[in-house]
């Protein structure tokens, strides 16, 4: 079906049909696993977490307002929110994130350890907006949206994470 998100929410909320319910599900589950597995690192528990993002989504649907942002930008900042409150909630609240696939080459591995030491010493602000725009491909505007932050802050803090990135990891390179 080649109908945007908006217009599927308006027939689920005209007819009650779950059928396009399953239509969003079935867009966003894989993009919602990834990005919860890039939190946890478990496929266990990412998929669990998927399951009650959806099940939120579903019961907080009549509260989207595309007046206010896309449905893509709703659905990951409910992902997120559920993620973190889990974490929290199971006292594991170790953000690493995964980076692309990379060759076992020696050089690649020690660059994929360098940016893992430069991330983990960069502070969670400059950490999250630096992973979501380079790792998870958000634009400026989602991040913006997500994190309830202006796009000038967005665009500052990552200019700022590349600078500390930099600095953390110059004496190694």
Known sequence: MDCS?????KKLNSTGDI???EIL???????????????LSSAEDSEDITQDIFVKVYFKLSSFNPDKGSFSTWIFTIARRTTINKLKERKMYNLTYELEEVNNTESQVENKELL???????????KKVL???YIEGFKYGEISNLLDISINTVKTRIRRA?????????DYV
Do not use: A, H, P
């Not at 894989?30 to 890039?38: A, E, G, P």
């Not at 893992?116 to 400059?126: H, M, Q, S």
């Open 116 to 126: 893992y030491l430069g991330l983990k010493n960069i502070g969670d602000k400059y």
């Open 25 to 39: 599900m079935n867009r966003y589950k894989n993009r919602i696993y990834n990005f919860v597995l890039k939190y």
């Open 131 to 133: 992973t979501m725009y």
């Open 162 to 170: 590349k600078d500390l990135l930099k600095n953390e990891i110059k």
């Open 19 to 21: 059928q396009f319910f």
């Open 5 to 9: 998100d908006e217009d599927i929410i």
